[in-house]
C-alpha cells in the first residue's frame, strides 16, 4: 500500500553535499518506502527499533509494517535483526526472519512491503570475531588481502538451498572436505546459504578445483543454486564478492551455478546503455520502473556525478510518455536573467535582444518529460511561477498575457538538502513538496563496490574501441586502488579517467601508477594536470615485454615488472607451453595462468613466445 505524501524529514537525502559528507565506512540502511526512498543510519553500537509506532527509531508508514515490528541489535561483532512477531514477517533476501538473524552488505530486509537494503559497516582484516559466520569473514578478508597483496587468484562460492536446512550439514561438508585444500574454509552464512572460500582458484570455466566443488555442492543439493565471485575482477573486498556471489545465485536455474556477472544488469534505455550490479541500485531501478507508470513528479536526489540523469531518463522510458520528447534543462547553468524566458519563452520585443517569439524549454517538453537537473538552483522568483504552471498545467511567456496549456511530467533533481534550502529561504517550500511526491535516493559510486570493477572494464573499452586501439586490462592492483577511492566525482569521475587512460597509457596493462598520486597513496593533487599525467603515463610505462623499470616507481610495481619479466622469459624458453613455464620459475600452475590474464597475455602452445591478447 502506498504511503502518504511524504513530509520533509521522510524524504530528506541525508548526509548528501554541504559540510556533512557520509562516512564511507559507516553502516546504514537504504529504505525504500511507497513513492520514495531515504538513508537511515544505524548507531556504531546499540539498538533500533522498527515499526509504526511513535516510540520506533526507524518509524515507518506503510500499513503493511506492525507497530512494534523488529529490532536491529549492533554490536562490535555486526549487525542482527530480529523479528517482534509483526503480523507480515520480516524476511531477508526472501526468507522469514528467525532467531537473530547477521546483516551483510547486500542482504535486503522486508519489513511488510518496506523494502531496506543493508550496507554493514568496513572492518580491519584483524578484526577478533567469535561466532561462526564471522570466523569465516575474517577468514575471507585475510585471504583477500593477500591475493590482492601478492596478485594471487581467489574465488568465492555460494550455495543458496531452497528452503532453510534444519539439519544435515554434515553431508554437505563431507562432500566439500574431502578435497579441500589446507587453505580453503567453508561455513554457514545462515541456515539457507553456504560459503566456500577458495585461494588459488581463479574462477575460470573448467578450471580444475572450481569444477569439482561445484559438482559437489549441487550433487549435496540438486535444487540448490550456485554463484560464484573472483577476486580482484568482481570484488576487492569480502563483504562485496559474498554479496556478488550471493546475487549470481539467485540469478542461477535450480540445480545450475552462474558466475558473478550474470547478476549484473545491462539495462538498454533507447540507447543509453546502463550496468546496474549493486542490490541498492537493483532495487531503485526497480522502484522507479514502477513510479514510471504514474504521472507523480519525481524528485532524484544524490552528489554530483552519482547518474541522476540516467534515473530521471529511466522514469521516461518506461512510461506513458517514452514516444514524447525528453528535454533536459541544468538549472544552474541558465543565466540569471534569463530563467523565466528559457523555461517559459518569451514574445518578440519582450526585452532587449528579443527579436523573435520563443517558445520555452516546458512548452517544448509537450507530450514528453522535463527534467530539471539541479533545481535547488533556481531563483526564488523564478521557483514561483515554476509551482504554479505545475499546479495549473498552463504557463505564460515572458511578454505575453495568454496562457498556453502544458501538457508534460516533471522529473527533478538536485546534490543539495533542500530541507535545509527551505530553513535558510533559498527554497520554496511549497514547490519541494511539489516536486517530491517521489523521492529516490541515489547512493554515490563510493557506496557501490561492486559497480567499480565493472563500470571501469565497460569505460575502458568503450573509449578504446572509439581511439581505435586494442582493449586495454586493467590488472590486479589496479583494480584495488580503484574499488578503495572515495570518487567525489562519482560515475563521471571514473568514466573521465578511464578516457584519459586509454589516450595516455602506451603499453597493453593499466597499471597504478598510471592514475592520480591519491589512488596510489602518493600526496598531491586529487586529479594531475593532463600534461603532467601524459608524460608520467609515457615515461614510467615499459613496453610489454621488457623488463625496464623506472626508479621513481614503488618497489612493488618493480617487483611486478621483475616477475613479469621472468614469465615472458620462460615462455618464450619453453615454446609458449605454460605448464613447462610456470614449473620453469618455480610458480604453481594456477597463479602463472591468472597473472598472464591479468596481464593481457594470450599464450599459444606450439609457437615461439606469447602474444598480446
Known amino acids: 500500500m502506498s504511503s502518504p505524501v511524504p513530509n520533509a524529514r521522510d524524504t530528506r537525502p541525508l548526509g548528501m553535499g554541504g559540510a556533512e559528507s557520509p562516512d564511507s565506512g559507516a553502516a546504514y540502511l537504504l529504505v525504500m518506502e511507497g513513492d520514495s526512498s531515504w538513508r537511515f543510519s544505524l548507531p556504531a553500537e546499540g539498538t533500533v527499533l522498527v515499526g509504526r509506532d511513535e516510540p520506533a527509531d526507524l518509524l515507518l508508514r506503510d500499513e503493511s509494517v506492525s507497530r512494534r515490528h523488529a529490532r536491529i541489535l549492533v554490536t562490535e561483532e555486526g549487525a542482527r535483526v530480529v523479528d517482534l512477531g509483526s503480523h507480515n514477517g520480516t524476511l531477508i533476501n526472501g526468507r522469514p526472519v528467525e532467531g537473530a538473524h547477521l546483516l551483510l552488505s547486500g542482504d535486503v530486509l522486508s519489513f511488510g512491503a518496506v523494502l531496506a537494503v543493508v550496507r554493514a559497516r ?42 532453510p536446512l534444519t539439519g544435515g550439514r554434515d553431508a ?6 574431502a578435497e579441500a585444500g589446507p587453505a580453503e ?37 540438486p535444487r540448490a543454486r550456485l554463484g560464484t565471485a573472483a577476486c580482484p575482477t568482481d570484488g576487492c573486498d569480502a563483504d562485496t564478492l559474498v554479496a556478488v556471489a550471493r546475487t549470481a545465485a ?20 533507447a540507447g543509453r546503455m546502463v550496468l546496474v550490479a549493486d542490490p541498492a541500485m537493483s532495487q531503485l531501478y526497480a522502484l522507479l520502473r514502477r513510479l514510471a507508470a504514474s504521472e507523480l513528479p519525481v524528485l532524484v536526489c544524490g552528489e554530483t556525478g552519482v547518474g541522476k540523469e540516467n534515473a530521471a531518463f529511466a522514469v521516461h522510458h518506461w512510461s506513458r510518455r517514452s514516444a514524447g520528447p525528453f528535454i533536459a534543462v541544468n538549472c544552474a547553468a541558465l543565466p540569471e536573467g534569463l530563467v523565466e524566458s528559457e523555461l517559459f519563452g518569451n514574445e518578440k520585443g519582450a526585452f532587449t535582444g528579443a527579436t523573435t517569439s520563443r517558445a520555452g524549454l516546458l512548452e517544448s517538453a509537450q507530450g514528453g518529460t522535463v527534467f530539471l537537473d539541479e533545481v535547488g538552483e533556481l531563483p526564488l522568483s523564478a521557483q514561483a511561477k515554476l509551482l504554479r504552471a505545475l499546479e495549473v498545467r498552463r504557463i505564460t511567456r515572458v511578454g505575453d498575457t495568454r496562457e498556453r496549456p502544458i501538457d508534460l511530467r516533471v522529473v527533478a533533481a538536485t546534490h543539495r538538502d533542500l530541507e535545509a ?32 570493477p565493472l563500470l571501469a572494464r565497460d569505460f575502458l573499452a568503450r573509449a578504446c574501441q572509439a581511439l581505435g586501439r586494442k582493449e586495454l586490462v586493467l590488472a590486479s592492483d589496479t583494480l584495488q586502488a580503484l574499488s578503495r ?8 569521475e571514473l568514466r573521465n579517467l578511464m578516457d584519459f587512460v586509454a589516450a595516455a597509457v602506451a603499453g597493453d596493462v593499466v597499471d597504478p601508477h598510471h592514475l592520480p598520486p591519491r589512488m596510489q597513496g602518493r600526496k598531491g593533487a586529487a586529479v594531475p594536470a593532463r600534461t603532467e599525467a601524459v608524460a608520467e603515463a ?10 625496464a623499470t623506472d626508479s621513481r616507481l614503488p618497489l612493488a610495481q618493480e617487483l611486478r615488472e621483475l616477475e613479469r619479466r621472468r614469465m615472458m622469459e ?30 593481457g597475455v594470450q599464450v599459444r602452445p606450439g609457437r615461439r613466445g606469447p602474444t598480446p591478447e
Not at 426 to 437: E, K, T, V
Open 122 to 163: 568496513v572492518r580491519p582484516v584483524a578484526a577478533r570475531r567469535t561466532l561462526e559466520t564471522e570466523r569465516l569473514m575474517a577468514h575471507l578478508r585475510e585471504e583477500v588481502d593477500r591475493a590482492l597483496r601478492y596478485s594471487r587468484p581467489l574465488s568465492v562460492l555460494v550455495l543458496a538451498l531452497p528452503e
Open 172 to 177: 554437505v561438508e563431507a562432500l566439500l572436505t
Open 185 to 221: 574454509a567453508m561455513g554457514w552464512l545462515d541456515a539457507a546459504h553456504l560459503l566456500c572460500v577458495l585461494p588459488e582458484v581463479s574462477g575460470e570455466a573448467g578450471e580444475d578445483g572450481l569444477g569439482e566443488r561445484v559438482e559437489a555442492l549441487l550433487a549435496a543439493h
Open 250 to 269: 539467485q540469478a542461477a536455474k535450480p540445480g545450475r551455478a552462474a558466475a558473478a556477472a550474470d547478476g549484473a544488469t545491462r539495462l538498454d534505455l
Open 421 to 452: 534550502e527551505v530553513v535558510a529561504g533559498r527554497f520554496r517550500q511549497d514547490l519541494y513538496f511539489r516536486l517530491g511526491a517521489a523521492t529516490v535516493l541515489l547512493p554515490p559510486l563510493r557506496e557501490r563496490p561492486r559497480e567499480v
Open 485 to 492: 577511492d572515495t570518487w567525489p566525482g562519482n560515475v563521471r
Open 538 to 547: 609515457g615515461a614510467a610505462s615499459p613496453s610489454p615485454g621488457v623488463g
Open 570 to 599: 620462460a615462455l618464450d624458453a619453453e615454446d609458449g607451453v605454460q605448464t613447462r613455464a610456470a614449473a620453469r620459475i618455480g610458480m604453481p600452475i594456477r597463479t602463472f595462468s591468472f597473472k598472464l590474464k591479468q596481464l
